[in-house]
Each structure stands twice: as structure tokens, then as C-alpha cells.
């Protein structure tokens, strides 16, 4: 298994300028997050979903969108990026069900993204 | 509402000296506590859980942690840390469909 996989690695953007960050995972895992990660600051939650067709808000959404039409794949968009966004951007994966405490998420290997 | 609070950013440390990382929760739920661990450059690993059962639980490379419900505690512990242990440790309580982390602790280990 290749876990979970996140494109590209590092990434330069113009203010204004919208990309996608890519991430997919091959466990079958219901539930995906994105989170970001800023000095002092650690992880935040920017959106999540429980499965297909099913996204939400988490804590840092604004200026971001998400859509999920796979369980392979979550990808992360940044509409018009802005310096704020500068960031490390995490992927997370898990099983979800009713009853599973594990709660034990597994990472992508990060995006590095920066916003002149 | 959960919350994580990691009072320490920076921990320095000598290699072969035990280590100590806060970790005080707020929950007004059940409580499951983690610990993760993020190597240079890399995403964040899950070192150790708390679920239910023992309050002392440890990970496969001799860190520990105590779930102390009365002093609403996590703290991770090491008894002799080793260069390899560089790394940022995140502490991290369960939410509503959500993992919520703390700011981190880094913990820097020298020769």
C-alpha cells in the first residue's frame, strides 16, 4: 500500500492565483481531513469529510474548498490564494464507523506551500 | 468543548537524560488522549494512545504517557532519550468526528 499520497510537494504561488493540492489514499478509508500547519500554532482542521459525497467545515475553512466524488481521493482547493495561506498542508486519512475509538489517523507526507 | 494545551514549545534535552513533555486536556466527554510524533520533514505518526483500560501506556520505542483524570493530564514521558527522538510531539484529544492537536513540543536532543 502506498498509504497516503499528496501532490506536489512544494509549490510557489502568485496572490490571486487558484490551485488544487492533490491527495489520495488506498486503504478504503471513509474518513479524509485536511489540516494545516503553521509555527506555534500546530495542526488546524481546514475541512473533513466521513465519505463520499459528504464534506464539512472545520476550523480554518475560509478560502478553501473541497469536494469528495471518490473514497480514493480528497483533493484541497484554494480559490484565490493569499499570503495568509502560507502554509505546510496535511492530509489525513482513517476508517470511520460508529464504535471505532482508535481514532488513528494516517499522514501524507505534506505540501509545502508559499504565496507571494 | 475539547481543547489541548502544550505549555512547553521547545523542549532541549542531553542524549541519555529523561524527558518530560506537558500535555493538559479539557473534555467534557469520554476522553481519548494521543500523543503523535513528526520526524524532520515529514507527515505526523501516532506514537501512543489512550483509550480505556490502563492509564499508563507506552510505544514500541520506550516513550510512556499517563492518562491522570485528575489533574486532566496526558504528560509523555522518557526515561533516557536518544538522538533519534528530534522531533515535533503533538498531543492530541478526540472531538466530535475530529482529532483536535495541541501547538506541539519540540524536543531537541543533543550529543
Known amino acids: 500500500n502506498a498509504g497516503v499520497t499528496q501532490t506536489p510537494k512544494f509549490q510557489v504561488l502568485k496572490t490571486g492565483q487558484s490551485m488544487t493540492l492533490q491527495c489520495a489514499q488506498d486503504?478504503?478509508?471513509?474518513?479524509m481531513s485536511w489540516y494545516r500547519q503553521d509555527p506555534g500554532m500546530g495542526l488546524r482542521l481546514i475541512h473533513y469529510?466521513?465519505?463520499?459525497?459528504?464534506?464539512d467545515q472545520g476550523e480554518v475553512p475560509n478560502g478553501y474548498n473541497v469536494s469528495r466524488s471518490t473514497t480514493e481521493d480528497f483533493p484541497l482547493r484554494l480559490l484565490s490564494a493569499a499570503p495568509s495561506q502560507t502554509s505546510v498542508y496535511f492530509c489525513?486519512?482513517?476508517?470511520?464507523?460508529?464504535?471505532?475509538?482508535?481514532?488513528?489517523?494516517?499522514f501524507g507526507p505534506g505540501t509545502r506551500l508559499t504565496v507571494t | 468543548a475539547q481543547s489541548v494545551t502544550q505549555l512547553d514549545s521547545q523542549v532541549p534535552v542531553f542524549e541519555e537524560a529523561p524527558v518530560e513533555l506537558r500535555c493538559n486536556y479539557s473534555?467534557?466527554?469520554?476522553?481519548?488522549l494521543f500523543w503523535y510524533v513528526q520526524y524532520p520533514n515529514q507527515g505526523l505518526q501516532l506514537l501512543l494512545k489512550?483509550?480505556?483500560?490502563?492509564?499508563l501506556v507506552e510505544s514500541i520505542n520506550g516513550f510512556e504517557a499517563e492518562f491522570n483524570k485528575s489533574q486532566t493530564s496526558f504528560h509523555l514521558r522518557k526515561p533516557s532519550v536518544h538522538i533519534s527522538d528530534t522531533a515535533e510531539y503533538f498531543c492530541?484529544?478526540?472531538?466530535?468526528?475530529?482529532?483536535?492537536f495541541g501547538t506541539g513540543t519540540r524536543l531537541q536532543v543533543f550529543p
Open positions: 489525513a486519512s482513517r476508517p470511520f464507523s460508529t464504535g471505532d475509538l482508535s481514532y488513528e489517523q494516517y
Open positions: 486503504m478504503n478509508h471513509e474518513y
Open positions: 469529510s466521513v465519505g463520499a459525497g459528504i464534506t
Open positions: 473534555s467534557s466527554v469520554s476522553v481519548y
Open positions: 489512550y483509550l480505556s483500560g490502563s492509564t
Open positions: 492530541a484529544v478526540r472531538g466530535t468526528d475530529k482529532l483536535i
